[in-house]
């Protein structure tokens, strides 16, 4: 038996979190694990998928300042915590969460250059350190990445920032990664088949260690 857990998946635009959030549900489903909730970060919930527009979109006249899109992430964030991914956990659910505040943390501070110490002040003050159990960081140049995620569909205003604001973001993702044995990164530059059945491995070893 294993406890129900909180699972987010990390990384740049064109990553493949996608792919891996449904390869992490179909492991957890033939674990017979059914209660599964697959939420995406900003969004996932009325106000906070409303932020999530806003961000996207912003307003070429009155771009946003990088502490205004900090907090309206973490606004979002703390929306999605408090309303739909405690409530799940309390009542069982597992939760894949298509980022989490790791992502403010390699954006906002390695990107934008938002400093740390104020980012984490904001994680404990308003997230109590609520933290995932697992991270899974899918590690992809952002050359790479950007190229596919723009096959895929035009690009919104953050993903047309500047490929060193992504390589600040990638460098911070990397930094923090190695600070912290719950992130577990994996080479997502390879092919998607590769990809995923390194996550498979990955997610399976870690099950293997939660079992009670
Ligand atoms: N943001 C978010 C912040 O700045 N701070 C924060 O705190 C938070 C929470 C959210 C935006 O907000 C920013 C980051 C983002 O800019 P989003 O849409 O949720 O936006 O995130 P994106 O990263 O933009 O989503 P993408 O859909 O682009 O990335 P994914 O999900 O990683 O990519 P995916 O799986 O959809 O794949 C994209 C394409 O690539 C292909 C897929 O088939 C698909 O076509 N692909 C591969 N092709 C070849 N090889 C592989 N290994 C592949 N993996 C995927």
Request: glycine residues 4%; charged residues 25%; proline residues 2%.
């Amino acid at each position: 038996m294993i406890k129900n857990k909180f699972i987010a998946i990390e990384g740049l635009e064109g990553a493949g979190k996608t792919n891996a959030c449904i390869c992490v549900k179909n492991i957890l489903k033939k674990y017979n694990i059914k209660n599964i909730l697959l939420v995406r970060q900003p969004g996932s919930t009325p106000i906070a998928e409303d932020i999530r527009k806003l961000i996207k979109k912003q307003f070429n006249t009155d771009n946003l300042i990088k502490e205004t899109e900090l907090l309206l992430m973490y606004a979002a964030r703390i929306q999605l915590v408090e309303k739909k991914i405690k409530p799940a956990l309390k009542n069982g659910a597992w939760v894949i969460s298509d980022r989490h505040d790791l992502s403010s943390l390699a954006y906002q501070g390695g990107g934008l250059g938002i400093k740390k110490t104020k980012i984490t002040k904001l994680k404990s003050l308003f997230l109590n350190n609520f933290i995932p159990d697992l991270t899974i960081y899918l590690d992809v140049s952002p050359k790479i990445g950007l190229a596919r995620a723009s096959k895929r569909n035009t690009l919104d205003l953050i993903e047309k920032r500047s490929l060193k604001f992504f390589n600040q973001t990638r460098k911070c993702y990397l930094k923090n990664a190695k600070l912290d044995n719950k992130i577990i990164t994996i080479n997502a530059n390879l092919n998607i088949k590769k990809v995923t059945q390194n996550i498979k491995k990955k997610i399976l070893d870690w099950l293997n260690k939660q079992v009670i």
